[in-house]
Structure formats: structure tokens, C-alpha cells
């Protein structure tokens, strides 16, 4: 489902990526470790076409993403694939809803369906109580949870994590790790999970060893937990029409169905340009 091929990526005369190749199937958890400055981060961000390598190409769900214009790898990067990152970055004067609802009303999606899929979300998170919640109501666990449920709105085909429980204390990134399986269990959903915690990591369908820039091996994990969660319909996959089209302003910069905040905070127009930087 996710191919890489011959992957590099320099900051100047630094190397840091030396020629990668990695196939990703549907479905799987993947781990991708290694010590600081082995190239881990980057290597999640140009799969994740936030940043471009300088050689190679990358293939998701079929769409050689290096080949695709401007305009075409937003709406790609939107459809396509979720972000969890170390901290929640959640927008503090939305509610938990509110906040999983917002990539899907910025990729247009009505604000009846994007409230649907937002309470699915919260139903199989075991968080429907807390759907009214702002984010300083909630715990660390609980953000990171909405967290994942932000980066699932829009269905997309793979979710990039960046040492998603890196922040959480025990028991709540011992939960965290069961979400991203039962998650795998219930919708085949796809995780590419940088980290280094070893205990997430042993869990994991396989492992990447990335050291110096370059993968060095691969292994595969232990068996993953039970799940503790209920399963949720299955989704559908977007399609996606190349463009060669200059590349619009975003939709963000519209303004957002009935979230308006409370006074005297951002509107909902600055606060999801915030979101998307």
C-alpha cells in the first residue's frame, strides 16, 4: 500500500536520508525506530508529503505522490492520510466534537456527515460523554485519544504517528498502544508509528531499524493485545482526481459551519489556519 524507493533527503551538506526502500502493506502497524538523528522524523514527514525528498519516489494507495501538482497532493494529503503527533494540538476553545469534526468541514464534507463520523469516533473511544468537553476539561489520555480520533475523520488510508505517547504516563499509553490495534482490528486501518518506547514497538506488526539514514534491519513484533474497543463500520476510501491547476487558497480560510467560539477568542477562521501550519 505505501512503497518507497531509493529515498533521499539532505539539509545542506548534511545526509540525512541515504537511500531508503519500504513497503508498507494495508493493514499492518509498523514501528520505525532508531537513535537520535537517524533520520526517523523525516523519513515520517516525506511520507507523509510534508516535506519532498530530494530522489526517489513514494507510492501510497496507489498514487505515485512526487507526480502529483500542488493542488493534487493537498487534497491527497487531506483524503489520504491522518497525523498523530506527541502532543494533541488540539484548538483549546472547541470541544472534543468540535475539534474531530474540523479536518472533515475543511475538506468540505457537510456538517451533518462530519458530526456522524465525529460521534462513530467518540462511540468506539468510549468517549461519547466527553464530546462536550474543551481540551483543558480533559486528560492527557483523553486529548490523545481525540487526537486519533481527529487524524481518522476523513477515513483516511494510512495514519502517521510521531511518538504519539511519548507525553502519557502508563496506563493511559498502555491504552493509547490498544487503540492503534484495535483500530488495525476493526477497520484495517493502516499506522506508520515513529517511536521509542520498545514496548509499543515489540507490540507492532514489524519493525524498522533505521540507523544513520538508512534502514539497517527489520523484525516482526510480538502478538497485540485484545481489544477493548467495538467495532466501527467500515470506511470507504476516497477517490482522487490529479490536477495540474495552481494550487487555490486553502479551504480553511472560509468559514467553518456553526463552530463559532466563545468572545473574545480567535475566530474559527484563524484558529484553523493555526491548525493546518
Known amino acids: 500500500m505505501i512503497h518507497l524507493r531509493n529515498i533521499h533527503k539532505s539539509f545542506g551538506s548534511l545526509e540525512v536520508l541515504k537511500g531508503i526502500d519500504l513497503d508498507i502493506a494495508a493493514g499492518e502497524v509498523v514501528s520505525i525506530v532508531g537513535p537520535s538523528?537517524?533520520?526517523?522524523?523525516?523519513?515520517?514527514?516525506?511520507?507523509?508529503?510534508?516535506?519532498?525528498?530530494?530522489?526517489?519516489?513514494?507510492?501510497?494507495?496507489?498514487?505515485?505522490?512526487?507526480?502529483?501538482?500542488?493542488?493534487?497532493?493537498?487534497?491527497?494529503?487531506?483524503?489520504?492520510?491522518?497525523?498523530?503527533?506527541?502532543?494533541?494540538?488540539?484548538?483549546?476553545?472547541?470541544?472534543?466534537?468540535?475539534?474531530?469534526?474540523?479536518?472533515?468541514?475543511?475538506?468540505?464534507?457537510?456538517?451533518?456527515?462530519?458530526?456522524?463520523?465525529?460521534?462513530?469516533?467518540?462511540?468506539?473511544?468510549?468517549?461519547?460523554?466527553?464530546?462536550?468537553?474543551?481540551?483543558?476539561?480533559?486528560?492527557?489520555?483523553?486529548?490523545?485519544?481525540?487526537?486519533?480520533a481527529r487524524a481518522l475523520v476523513?477515513?483516511?488510508?494510512?495514519?502517521?504517528?510521531?511518538?504519539?505517547?511519548?507525553?502519557?504516563?502508563?496506563?493511559?499509553?498502555?491504552?493509547?498502544?490498544?487503540?492503534?490495534?484495535?483500530?488495525?482490528?476493526?477497520?484495517?486501518?493502516?499506522?506508520?508509528?515513529v517511536t521509542h518506547d520498545e514496548g509499543l514497538a515489540a507490540q507492532t506488526d514489524r519493525t524498522i531499524h533505521l540507523r544513520d539514514g538508512l534502514v539497517v534491519s527489520q523484525s516482526a513484533g510480538a502478538p497485540s493485545p485484545e481489544p477493548l474497543t467495538s467495532p466501527l463500520p467500515e470506511p470507504e476510501v476516497p477517490s482522487l482526481e490529479d490536477t495540474d491547476a495552481p494550487m487555490p487558497e486553502p479551504p480553511a480560510t472560509e468559514p467553518l459551519p456553526d463552530l463559532a467560539p466563545e468572545p473574545d477568542t480567535p475566530s474559527p477562521t484563524d484558529t484553523a489556519k493555526t491548525y493546518l501550519a
Open 37 to 148: 538523528g537517524a533520520g526517523k522524523t523525516t523519513l515520517l514527514q516525506i511520507m507523509g508529503t510534508l516535506d519532498k525528498a530530494d530522489t526517489g519516489s513514494i507510492v501510497i494507495n496507489g498514487s505515485d505522490v512526487t507526480r502529483l501538482s500542488q493542488k493534487a497532493l493537498a487534497r491527497f494529503r487531506g483524503e489520504q492520510i491522518g497525523f498523530v503527533f506527541q502532543f494533541h494540538q488540539l484548538l483549546p476553545e472547541f470541544t472534543a466534537l468540535e475539534n474531530i469534526m474540523m479536518p472533515a468541514l475543511i475538506a468540505g464534507r457537510s456538517h451533518r456527515e462530519a458530526r456522524r463520523r465525529a460521534e462513530e469516533l467518540l462511540a468506539f473511544m468510549n468517549l461519547s460523554d466527553r464530546a462536550h468537553h474543551k481540551p483543558a476539561e480533559l486528560s492527557g489520555g483523553e486529548k490523545q485519544r481525540i487526537a486519533v
Open 154 to 193: 476523513n477515513k483516511p488510508a494510512v495514519v502517521l504517528a510521531d511518538e504519539p505517547s511519548g507525553s502519557l504516563d502508563s496506563a493511559n499509553k498502555a491504552e493509547l498502544h490498544r487503540l492503534f490495534f484495535d483500530l488495525r482490528d476493526s477497520l484495517g486501518q493502516t499506522f506508520v508509528i
